[in-house]
């Protein structure tokens, strides 16, 4: 497995939307489980949704009911779907898969 790429950040005002992708790089996709975290300037990194290799999915309390992820295997893509956005998404935005972590992607969200 090589490092996944994100993509998809960008600025967008408080209420909007945007869908970060992740993409894997390598074999057996379906075999690992994958996250995303996020890091937002001055704070410790944190944990914001997780999907198993089974498709079971979980969420931080910050973001249930907003943030979806999912994947596609097909793609070798994970996706976290970002609506009701709030000034305090505003972080770099990181994707695991399996044991690998991307570079990140920017998310500013404006009040």
């Known amino acids: 497995q090589g490092q996944p790429v994100e993509s998809g950040g960008g600025l967008v005002q408080a209420g909007g939307s945007l869908r970060l992708s992740c993409a894997a790089r390598?074999?057996?996709?379906?075999?690992?489980?994958t996250e995303w975290q996020r890091q937002a300037p001055g704070k410790q990194r944190e944990y914001v949704a997780r999907?198993?290799?089974?498709?079971?999915?979980s969420y931080a309390e910050a973001v249930k009911g907003r943030f979806t992820i999912s994947r596609d295997n097909a793609k070798m893509t994970v996706f976290l779907q970002m609506n009701s956005l709030k000034p305090e998404d505003t972080a770099v935005y990181y994707c695991?898969?399996?044991?690998?972590w991307g570079q990140g992607t920017q998310v500013t969200v404006s009040s």
């Open positions: 999907m198993t290799s089974g498709g079971t999915s």
């Open positions: 390598g074999s057996f996709f379906t075999r690992y489980g």
């Open positions: 695991r898969v399996g044991t690998n």
